[in-house]
């Protein structure tokens, strides 16, 4: 058996193109990929700070709500203090302690008032000497439920508004400044 | 024997799967339950189990008098209650150590406190309840010095209280509100509109600890606080007229005085005062009667005051002139009638008087034998212009509008009684209106109390005046107060309520009272004197009245009163003293 040995192809077969040449080159990391994390990266740290900030936050309120609870038991206090106050300040000025308060320190109402016309001087009513049985109601007659506190009248106090009526003084001030008279028979006040 | 088969995992796997599918589907299940189909319920239980509500009262508002003081104003008093089931020992620290406080000693403080026994204490704080009150409405310092005690089983609660700092003082014409805190009679029950708020309510979520849970406010309603009342009444001289009615309301041993002071150009009232009244802390320490406002609410016959009525109709109408004539006997039998015959209240002869001699001897006889020159039906006209018959404007809770009957409903003798104030009736307040239209020169005004009430702001928002409306002429007007001055000035009773250094003018009043029992008059009088000052230009009037006087039956009782009250009020307005003389009119003739 003969053998034939195929030197040449039968048809011709083309032959390959040249491959370029591959060189090594400098790949840089995938730029969306870096983005994302670092994006991520920032909302855990934004998450976790926000939260840290609503804890920060929720202590705070939560303290102020004691802080609230607090100030209100020192708003409750200082309500009752001015109520305290204002009874008192109710009852020292009542009419009825002022009647009380006048009538032990010895002042009495003029029963009969003078009135002085200043642009003729002239005198209405007869002058006369307050007394106490001169018809004045000696004792406070209406009824007061709600005066809590009197005025305290000290040894002190009696003792200026007895200085005040002490007869020698009376005299002294007579004696040192005499009455200055205008033209008619009214005294004239030194201080016009 | 017998041996564990093996098993088939792959079964075992598919039940395993089955079950947690079925309890997956019991959970869904119980999730839309709860979440859906049962969430508004379990949402509302859950609520109010951590939800308050909690009211926020609305403060009323306060009654002021002319200058701005305080006669009614709402403060906070504190019911004081306890757990008894919590009452213990408590421990207290005595010099740096720790010692435990009996019970019975704790109780003493609260006790001390209080003002109530210990054993008063122990009986409230007895048992095993949950609750107990120990004292109602404590003060403000009570509750402080409570409060200091530090006992941790007393609890409080403030209630919004009204007080009334100056006590009994005009406490009639005030009001006062009842526990529950409705409002009872006068300004109280008038100007609730204006002096009551409208209560808030605030709901919120409370933690354990009952602390607020922040931001946790469902709702919020404000509180809307009432506004002040602003009264024509000058506490400082309702106070002087008061102590001096008290005082001769006892020494008269009368039923009831009043006193009215009223502003003769404006009808402002100043004083209202009255004896006995009430104190509207304490309403319940007086008797029913003295919790009502007389002044407004008590009518009667007024007796000779209407005389000046008579007189000025007489005048007014061309009738009769202040020196109009007349023999006035001391008895005379009233024409048309079958012999009923009127007396003066003293024996005289046949006294030859003028009108103005008439008022200055309040001469029944001499008023009647003058008066019937003018109709009965002019004369009602006249009584019902003075505003007899009729409530005021201010429309007072249960005030009285007095009693007249039309004049074609009088007899021969009412036609002739009617001209001395017998036959019909009036208040306190209605009286002294009358004297009002003569010194303001012929017009009458509508009483006024109430300057006005505020606005939200707080500004005074003032009550709408009524217009005045003219009685009788200005001259008219005039002619009278000449004629009324001469009984202060020279009338044996109308004297005692003369004024040092001013012209005052003024009329007294003796009137009968009917006994119910008897329908007949009996023994004892209403006395009065209604009177104006300075006369040449009237500013104020002042009208007091004793119902019932038993210790002085004619007027001497009043005149002290109105002459004590007419100089304070010329004294605190500085009024200045007359500088002319009364008019030159004979009061009798020959």
């Known amino acids: 058996m003969s053998v034939v040995r195929l030197n040449s192809p039968a048809r011709p077969v083309a032959r390959p193109a040249a491959r370029p040449a591959v060189g090594l080159r400098t790949v840089t990391a995938a730029r969306g990929k870096a983005k994302s994390a670092k994006v991520a990266k920032i909302i855990v740290i934004g998450f976790a700070a926000i939260q840290i900030l609503k804890l920060i936050l929720d202590i705070t309120v939560s303290q102020s709500a004691y802080e609230l609870k ?8 200082l309500t009752t203090q001015s109520e305290i106050i204002g009874q008192q300040v109710d009852s020292l000025s009542s009419q009825q302690n002022l009647a009380n308060s006048a009538a032990s320190l010895g002042m009495i109402a003029n029963a009969n008032p003078v009135f002085l016309r200043l642009e003729d001087q002239k005198v209405f009513g007869k002058p006369k000497e307050a007394l106490n049985s001169d018809g004045r109601v000696a004792r406070n007659n209406i009824a007061d439920a709600a005066l809590v506190q009197r005025s305290v009248l000290t040894n002190s106090d009696a003792s200026k508004t007895e200085t005040t009526i002490n007869p020698d003084v009376a005299q002294s001030t007579k004696v040192n400044q005499p009455v200055a008279f205008s033209s008619g028979s009214i005294p004239a006040s030194p201080t016009h | 024997m017998r041996y564990m088969q093996p098993g088939n995992p792959a079964r075992r796997l598919q039940l395993f799967a089955i079950a947690i599918v079925v309890i997956a589907i019991l959970f869904i299940g119980r999730l839309i339950q709860v979440q859906i189909i049962q969430a508004a319920d379990i949402n509302k239980m859950s609520l109010s189990s951590r939800s308050v509500t909690h009211t926020i009262p609305a403060i009323r508002g306060q009654i002021l008098d002319s200058t701005g003081r305080v006669l009614a104003r709402t403060v906070l008093k504190y019911d004081v209650n306890v757990a008894p089931v919590n009452v213990k020992p408590l421990p207290r620290k005595v010099n740096g150590i720790t010692v435990e406080i009996p019970v019975n000693q704790l109780v003493a403080q609260i006790a001390g406190v209080l003002g109530m026994t210990p054993e008063e204490v122990s009986l409230k704080i007895a048992g095993t309840g949950q609750y107990a ?95 002040d009342v602003h009264l024509t009444i000058n506490a400082d001289l309702q106070y002087f007229a008061q102590q001096v009615l008290t005082q001769k309301w006892a020494s008269l041993k009368a039923d009831w005085a009043t006193a009215v002071v009223i502003e003769a150009k404006t009808g402002k009232i100043l004083v209202a005062a009255e004896a006995p009244t009430m104190d509207p802390n304490k309403p319940g320490a007086s008797t029913e009667a003295a919790r009502h406002a007389r002044v407004f609410e008590s009518s009667f016959e007024p007796g000779s005051v209407i005389k000046m009525v008579t007189a000025a109709t007489l005048v007014d109408t061309g009738k ?87 004049f074609n409903q009088w007899d021969g003798v009412k ?125 104020y009037i002042v009208a007091v009245t004793a119902y019932k006087s038993r210790t002085i039956s004619n007027s001497l009782g009043a005149t002290p009163i109105f002459k004590s009250i007419m100089q304070q009020v010329l004294r605190t307005f500085r009024v200045a003293p007359s500088t002319t003389k009364s008019a030159n009119i004979a009061t009798e003739w020959k």
Request: net charge positive; hydrophobic share 35%.
């Open chain 1, 70 to 77: 607090s100030l209100k038991l020192e708003k409750i206090a």
């Open chain 2, 133 to 227: 009150n120990i004292k109602r409405g404590v003060d403000a310092n009570a509750f402080d010095q409570l409060k200091k005690l530090n006992i941790d089983w007393l609890y409080f609660d403030a209630i919004p209280s009204r007080t009334y700092p100056s006590g009994a003082l005009a406490g009639s014409l005030v009001g006062f509100l009842t526990s529950d805190g409705k409002p009872m009679g006068g300004i109280e029950s008038l100007y609730n509109s204006c002096l009551a708020g409208t209560d808030g309510k605030e709901t919120y979520e409370k933690g354990e600890d009952g602390i607020k849970i922040p931001d946790s406010v469902i709702t919020t309603t404000k509180a809307v606080n009432g506004r």
């Open chain 2, 320 to 406: 009769g002139n202040p020196e109009s004539r007349v023999v006035a006997p001391f008895g005379w039998t009233v024409p048309g009638t079958n012999g009923y015959r009127v007396t003066d209240s003293h024996t005289h002869g046949n006294d030859k008087l003028t009108l103005t001699g008439v008022l200055r001897d309040s001469s029944n006889t001499g008023i009647m034998k003058l008066g019937q020159a003018v109709d009965a039906s002019t004369r009602f006209s006249y009584l019902t212009k003075f505003g007899m018959g009729k409530k005021t404007a201010i429309k007072f809770p249960g005030e009285a509008s007095g009693f007249v009957l039309p």
């Open chain 2, 415 to 539: 036609k002739y009684v009617s001209m001395f104030g017998q036959g019909f009736s009036v208040t306190p307040l209605q009286s002294a209106m009358m004297y009002q239209t003569i010194g303001n020169m012929g017009v009458r005004l509508q009483p006024q109390l109430v300057t006005g009430c505020d606005d939200a702001n707080g500004n005074l928002q003032p009550v709408a005046t009524q217009p005045g409306v003219r009685v009788v002429s200005e001259a008219t007007a005039r002619t009278t107060i000449d004629m009324l001055e001469k009984v202060v000035e020279q009338g044996g009773i109308g004297r005692h309520a003369a004024v040092p250094g001013y012209r005052v003018g003024g009329k007294t009043g003796t009137a009968q009272i009917t006994d119910p029992t008897t329908g007949r008059y009996g023994n004892l009088h209403a006395i009065s004197f209604i009177g104006m000052a300075p006369a040449e230009n009237p500013q």
